[in-house]
């Protein structure tokens, strides 16, 4: 998909102040510093659209970026990070909660993996609620630039042998590096899939 024009429409603490049109959107989530808002960047070309940082914790919105004057990519903030007043990380998680279950154009998430970390309890958790509430998910293994390619497979083999002890299939999995902007054309691809394959609700 070719991507015509990416801009940043608004940072929302909760759902009720996310964008009133219900065109079609991917929220990107996963553990802090992950790579979400800078998986955001790579796909839409523009390398300072989302914040990104080294330091865990920086997303701590729900962002909107309007794709194509069509549809949104979601940059939430990353959960499982430890060094914020445990507060403020309940009410984000709290809005992110809230906006997963009931935007009701959300058509699908990306849960991030770091391709280098063994399974996390987090993320299978998260997985978990995402499974038991019905909300579609991709897997996205990022900073795949990071290991060697035999070292990706088998963590992706424990992360797939610990996804068969609750389900019974894999959801669609995608590999991401945004040093050598692999993934890029897969991801776009299955985002413009899942929006030929709405009906017109939209
Ligand atoms: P929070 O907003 O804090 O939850 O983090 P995030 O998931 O949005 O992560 P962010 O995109 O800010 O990236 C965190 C760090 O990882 C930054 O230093 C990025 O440059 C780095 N990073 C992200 N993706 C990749 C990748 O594919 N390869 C490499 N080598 N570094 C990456
Ligand atoms: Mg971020």
Redesign the pocket.
């Known amino acids: 998909m070719l991507i015509r024009s990416a801009r940043f429409i608004k940072s929302s603490p909760t759902l009720k102040e996310c964008p009133a049109d219900l065109k079609p959107e991917f929220g990107?989530i996963?553990?802090?510093?992950?790579?979400?808002?800078?998986?955001?960047?790579?796909l839409t070309g523009w390398s300072r659209l989302?914040?990104?940082?080294?330091?865990?914790?920086?997303?701590?919105t729900i962002n909107h970026f309007l794709i194509n004057e069509s549809w949104y990519l979601v940059?939430?903030?990353?959960?499982g990070?430890a060094r914020v007043a445990a507060r403020s990380r309940e009410d984000w998680m709290k809005a992110v909660l809230d906006y997963i279950n009931n935007r009701e154009n959300l058509i699908s998430l990306f849960v991030?993996l770091d391709s280098r970390l063994s399974p996390q309890k987090s993320d299978i958790e998260f997985m978990e609620f995402l499974g038991e509430n019905q909300v579609p998910f991709a897997r996205v293994f990022?900073?795949?630039?990071?290991l060697s390619l035999s070292a990706l497979k088998s963590s992706v083999k424990m992360h797939d042998t610990e996804m068969f002890r609750k389900w019974e299939t894999l959801p669609v999995t995608f590999f991401?590096?945004?040093?050598?902007k692999s993934g890029r054309e897969e991801i776009l691809n299955y985002i413009e899939e899942s929006i030929n394959n709405l009906s017109n609700n939209f």
């Open positions: 990107f996963g553990r802090s510093n992950v790579g979400k808002s800078s998986l955001i960047n790579m989302a914040k990104t940082s080294g330091h865990p914790g920086k997303t701590r940059d939430l903030p990353g959960y990070y991030l990022t900073k795949t630039d990071k991401s590096s945004v040093k050598n």
